[in-house]
Nanobody
């Protein structure tokens, strides 16, 4: 089992940047494909980005492509979401999640149903 803790959220202005971190404990995250999701008030949780175990393969939702970068440092047992050119519509609670799948290779999932372990979330608010 892995325990995830997000940090780095906050209140910023349009065009600013933030870097979210997700620190893992209990088991090394190199075992897990990872994902970042977000949920705004009144909306369903949605995928932001996903990354394979090695970090070599990543997926980005069209709404963040070119602005957000998902990276992982398996040695530090931490994943990151670098968010640039933030917009008000990026405001949400951001969650990192670990997929307990045994599928190897380039695997990652865009579905929240695939992820077994979740952090508590960190709030990102972008003012216009």
């Amino acid at each position: 089992q892995v325990h995830l803790v997000e940090s780095g959220g906050g209140l910023v202005h349009t065009g600013d940047s933030l870097r979210l971190s997700c620190a893992a404990s209990g088991r090394t995250i190199s075992h897990y494909p990872m994902g970042w999701f977000r949920q705004a008030p009144g909306k369903e949780r949605e995928i932001v980005a996903a990354i394979s175990r090695s970090g070599s393969y990543a997926y980005y939702d069209d709404s963040v492509k070119g602005r957000f970068t998902f990276s992982r440092d398996n040695a530090k047992n931490t994943v990151y979401l670098q968010m640039n050119s933030l917009k008000p519509e990026d405001s949400a609670v951001y969650y990192c999640a670990a997929d307990n799948s045994t599928r190897g290779g380039n695997y990652y999932s865009r579905s929240s149903l695939s992820y077994e372990y979740w952090g508590q979330g960190t709030q990102v608010t972008v003012s216009s």
